[in-house]
Structure formats: C-alpha cells, structure tokens
C-alpha cells in the first residue's frame, strides 16, 4: 500500500468549492484509483460512473463528471478521463511500483525476523525443563539470526564467590548446555539409525518433530536410549519382513514411547547372531515346506 498527497488546505481550493462536496469525493476517489492502479491519472470512464454513490443525490455521475471537468480538474481523454496535472501532485506509477517492492521486501523481513524470535521463544519453553534452577534463556545474535547460546544466571553473584574460594563448579557449563539441547533430537536419531540398523535414514521434520515432542513431556536421554533398545530387541516384523521400529513411530505419542521402553524389560537377552539364525530357519522351513 502507498499513499497520495493532498494539499491540507484542499477544503479551501476555489476549485474544490465550485464543485461541491460530492464532485469533491468522486476528484481524491479517483486519485486513489488511479495511483492504486498505476494509471498516472487516467480513469477510465466506467470506473468514473462507479467511484461514487449518488442515489441519496438529486444528482447522477455524469453531473459531477461534468462539474470536475468544467472546473478543471479533470480532462476528456477519449471516452475517458484524465485527472488535471496528476504527476504534478503525485508520484508516476514507475515509482509508485517501486515503493510498493521496497514496502514488500521490508515486511517480509520483518515477517522472518517475528518468526525466528517466535521460534525461538518455543524452543525456549521447550527445552527449559532441563536447564539448571535459576538460569533463563536469552536470545543471541549469529550473522543476524536469533539463537539460544547464552544464559542469564540470576545467581551469579554467588558462584562467583564460590569459584573465587576454590569450591567445584555444580552446574553445566553454558556452551555444553545449550550444545546439548539444541543437538538432542540429532543424537537420539544417530543412536537411532546406528542401534536398528538404518544408515540411510533420515531426520524428516516429522521424525524431529516426533523426537522434540517426547522431550517436550520431559522425556529423559535414557528412556529415549531403552525405548531404542526395546524397538531394536522386539519390533513387529510383518511376514515379508518388514521391521516397525521407525523412530517416528517410536515416538508417536507417550503411549507408544512407553510401550518401547517396556518392550526392552519383556524380551529376553538374545544375540544378533541368533537372532539372524533364527530368522534363516524359519525361511527354510517355509520353502521346503512349499516344494511338499
């Protein structure tokens, strides 16, 4: 959106008063128009009759058409109209473009700008359920971009005084904290692909955002290390094969997580050399069974 100019003393304009106040609005609607429009002035004449209502009027259109032009304001162009000096008052429409890609390109940026901080702020609300008492996350800059890699400690006072009398450090330090957190959905997938066997898979956001949603509810590093361990020991596996031990299923809700967790306490100690075995005989069985 741009805007048109006008005179503040417009009301005053001895033009604008022999017309009166009806001709008045159709002259500014039509400026609006046409720099909405990109016309530089011109209105074309089934848009004139249509920029202003005179049914309440003793008047029509091509009354107050025809006053604007009597008085100057407008023109005849053809069977059109044309606004009287019209680049004399306001911006050409090449300009008026350009105006309208700047105005563009800056809420755009400030949409992205509201979004990461947005982003941020739920990341925040996330993760904080980890983080040690007394410690708020604030925001960071990195190249322009919002991120959460420092802490305000709200008792630093104190652990100063401790550091300064020789006492051990209780607390995480703030790199490997924030580290962490925002690297947890990426190792708990490693763990993942390297304990199930999937090398070639890989962290869709719907699988981080599975992942997250887990650690969200307060899921800890270990349960999320048993429910993999109960998915890699005691996944179904349908009669073709398939294995359902997606990490995305996994974590689906906290029923499901819970029901991998318990799968790992349920199923007895078993070798991956017998469980291969096992697998081999069952086939065997199956094909010399066909061939009876």
Same mark, same amino acid.
């Given at each position: 959106?741009?805007?048109?100019?006008?005179?503040?003393?417009?009301?005053?304009?001895?033009?604008?008063?022999?017309?009166?106040?009806?001709?008045?609005?159709?002259?500014?609607?039509?400026?609006?128009?046409?720099?909405?429009?990109?016309?530089?002035?011109?209105?074309?004449?089934?848009?004139?009759?249509?920029?202003?209502?005179?049914?309440?009027?003793?008047?029509?259109?091509?009354?107050?058409?025809?006053?604007?032009?009597?008085?100057?304001?407008?023109?005849?162009?053809?069977?059109?109209?044309?606004?009287?000096?019209?680049?004399?008052? $306001?911006?050409?429409?090449? +300009?008026?473009?350009?105006?309208? !890609? /700047?105005?563009?390109?800056? *809420?755009? =940026?400030? &949409?992205?700008?509201?979004?990461?901080?947005?982003?941020?702020?739920?990341?925040?609300?996330?993760?904080?359920?980890?983080?040690?008492?007394?410690?708020?996350?604030?925001?960071?800059?990195?190249?322009? $971009?919002?991120?959460?890699? +420092?802490?305000?400690?709200?008792? !630093? /006072?104190?652990?100063?005084? *401790?550091? =300064?009398? &020789?006492?051990?450090?209780?607390?995480?330090?703030?790199?490997?904290?924030?580290?962490?957190?925002?690297?947890?959905?990426?190792?708990?997938?490693?763990?993942?692909?390297?304990?199930?066997?999937?090398? $070639?898979?890989?962290?869709?956001?719907?699988?981080?955002?599975?992942?997250?949603?887990?650690?969200?509810?307060?899921?800890?590093?270990?349960?999320?290390?048993?429910?993999?361990?109960?998915?890699?020991?005691?996944?179904?596996?349908?009669?073709?094969?398939?294995?359902?031990?997606?990490?995305?299923?996994?974590?689906?809700?906290?029923?499901?997580?819970?029901?991998?967790?318990?799968?790992?306490?349920?199923?007895?100690?078993?070798?991956?050399?017998?469980?291969?075995?096992?697998?081999?005989?069952?086939?065997?069985?199956?094909?010399?069974?066909?061939?009876?």
């Amino acid at each position: 959106m741009t805007w048109i100019k006008l005179e503040d003393d417009f009301t005053e304009n001895r033009k604008f008063l022999r017309v009166g106040p009806l001709a008045g609005y159709l002259a500014i609607s039509a400026i609006a128009w046409s720099t909405h429009n990109l016309t530089d002035g011109k209105i074309p004449e089934p848009i004139a009759y249509r920029l202003v209502d005179t049914r309440e009027a003793d008047l029509t259109p091509a009354d107050l058409i025809e006053r604007l032009i009597a008085a100057g304001l407008w023109e005849r162009d053809g069977t059109d109209y044309r606004i009287h000096d019209y680049l004399f008052y $306001q911006r050409p429409s090449s +300009e008026t473009a350009k105006a309208r !890609a /700047k105005l563009s390109r800056q *809420r755009s =940026e400030a &949409g992205k700008r509201g979004a990461a901080a947005r982003w941020q702020s739920e990341r925040n609300n996330e993760i904080s359920h980890v983080l040690p008492s007394g410690k708020t996350p604030t925001l960071a800059q990195d190249n322009g $971009q919002p991120i959460a890699n +420092e802490w305000q400690d709200d008792d !630093a /006072k104190s652990r100063e005084g *401790r550091e =300064e009398k &020789g006492e051990e450090a209780t607390t995480t330090t703030i790199e490997n904290a924030s580290h962490s957190l925002v690297d947890l959905p990426d190792e708990i997938f490693q763990e993942w692909q390297e304990r199930c066997h999937h090398p $070639q898979a890989k962290l869709s956001p719907e699988r981080r955002r599975k992942i997250e949603g887990r650690l969200k509810e307060g899921a800890t590093r270990e349960e999320f290390r048993t429910a993999i361990e109960g998915a890699a020991k005691a996944a179904h596996v349908s009669d073709s094969g398939q294995r359902f031990d997606d990490i995305e299923l996994i974590c689906r809700n906290r029923t499901k997580f819970e029901s991998f967790i318990a799968r790992t306490a349920a199923v007895p100690q078993t070798s991956e050399r017998d469980r291969l075995k096992a697998k081999d005989t069952a086939v065997l069985k199956r094909i010399i069974g066909g061939t009876r």
